[in-house]
């Protein structure tokens, strides 16, 4: 492996509410440490569809994951089965989404909420949740910052050559309060406040950090669908790599070759998007 990378998915932040109000992300844009681009996601603009596109780098449409209710293993490789074939280590602390499209469907709750399999051909350490349960009145979602700590445990204690984070908080308060309002700036700030101590850590054990969102959200919390509000959001980088001008708009399809193609992995022969750091 060439580099270390750690991608931080905090799900259904539209472009307007990365910009406005995560002042730590921000203030490292102004500083020169970050750069930002807007990212446009696949369609349809829902979770599990959005997740099973950034980590093989094809559409849905190729992928056949249509929506939250049709989950299974997706056939395509994906950025844990190329960054394990060129011998790299893998975590994810993720929703349960994320073990089922790339290690193994159904999910099995005792079994599957923590493993630790070395001989993996995809996930090596993985800490999951489910949000059963999950409902406008109970957001079944971990504190952010416990599920930051675990995954700089697990790159502390596993050695990880690329570890991804994703955490449904501001997804389920947006569908909940929408986003134009008191709940949601507060939700963007305690956030925005909880990453940025760890973004500094990561840098110093040696990686190069991604913080995007899996879709955006409109005026009334939803998305699914075509529209700006629903389909942009931003992609920080922090790391070396020279990026295109700032007006570029990222394809959500160019995350899982970029990825590869910075750490050195096999980008796999399905990823046809461009790299768009080098
Ligand atoms: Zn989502």
């Known amino acids: 492996m060439n580099r270390k990378l750690l991608l931080i998915i905090l799900d259904g932040v539209p472009w307007r509410n990365f910009r406005r109000l995560f002042g730590n992300l921000e203030g490292w844009v102004d500083s020169g440490e970050a750069r930002v681009w807007k990212l446009r996601s696949v369609l349809p603009s829902i979770s599990a569809s959005c997740y ?3 980590h093989t780098g094809v559409t849905p449409q190729e992928h056949g994951c249509t929506g939250n209710g049709n989950v299974f293993r997706l056939d395509h490789k994906d950025i844990f089965s190329q960054v394990r ?9 993720t929703h349960s989404f994320w073990s089922q ?25 993985g800490r999951f949740h489910s949000m059963t349960g999950y409902g406008k009145a109970n957001q079944m979602t971990p504190s952010d910052v416990d599920l930051f700590a675990t995954l700089t445990n697990l ?24 986003h134009d309002c008191e709940e949601m ?14 973004i500094p850590r990561w840098r110093q054990l040696g990686y190069e950090v ?8 409109d005026e009334r919390g939803h998305h699914g669908g075509r529209s700006a509000l629903q389909q942009e959001t931003a992609l920080y980088y922090f790391g070396d ?3 295109p001008d700032a007006e570029t708009v990222i394809d959500q399809l160019q995350l899982a070759p970029t990825i590869l193609t910075r750490m050195g992995a096999p980008v796999a022969e399905t990823m046809k998007a461009r ?4």
């Open 52 to 54: 099973a596109s950034i």
């Open 85 to 93: 074939e060129a011998g790299g280590v893998t975590g994810a602390v």
């Open 101 to 125: 499209f790339f290690n193994r469907h159904p999910f099995d709750y005792v079994r599957d909420v923590e493993y630790d399999e070395s001989d993996s051909a995809t996930i090596n350490h």
């Open 155 to 178: 790159c502390l204690r596993f050695g990880l050559d690329y570890g991804i984070l994703h955490t449904c908080t501001l997804d389920s308060m947006g569908h909940r309060f929408y």
């Open 185 to 198: 700036d507060h939700a963007c700030f305690v956030i925005d406040e909880m990453l940025a101590p760890f």
């Open 210 to 217: 991604i913080v995007t969102a899996d879709h955006g959200q």
């Open 241 to 243: 790599a020279e990026g």
């Open 275 to 278: 790299p768009f750091l080098r």
